[in-house]
């Protein structure tokens, strides 16, 4: 399985900018579906997540700016950075909980590689 993270550049404060994440493999079924971000000497922290029937939780810092979203037929995730501060730069990571085929019960967590997002003038 590999999840596989785009969108990312750089964004004036106040823009916009779109995250996805694709996940591949020997998928059988994902759960929940979100993003973890990095800044510089920080620790990583949830952003965003979203559950196999829709439900979406924020960290309090984005809610009203960020949209997280999935198609569950193309095992996407995305994620719609709306009034973009300098607080949001960092490095962005998606990951997902997946039951492969193989697997009987439960769910692994797999990690994408991250995306840079750069908020600067």
């Known amino acids: 399985v590999q999840l596989q993270a785009s969108g990312g550049g750089l964004v004036q404060p106040g823009g916009s900018l779109r995250l996805s994440c694709v996940a591949s493999?020997?998928?059988?079924?994902?759960?929940?579906m979100g993003w973890y971000r990095q800044a510089p000497g920080k620790q990583r922290e949830l952003v965003a997540s979203i559950t196999s029937s829709g439900y979406t939780e924020y960290t309090d810092s984005v809610k009203g700016r960020f949209t997280v979203s999935r198609d569950i037929p193309k095992n996407t995730v995305y994620l719609q950075m709306n009034s973009a501060e300098p607080e949001d730069t960092a490095d962005y990571y998606c990951n997902a909980d997946i039951r492969t085929y193989g697997l009987a019960v439960g769910f692994q967590t797999f990690w994408g590689q991250g995306t840079l997002v750069t908020v600067s003038s």
């Open positions: 493999g020997s998928i059988f079924r994902i759960n929940a």
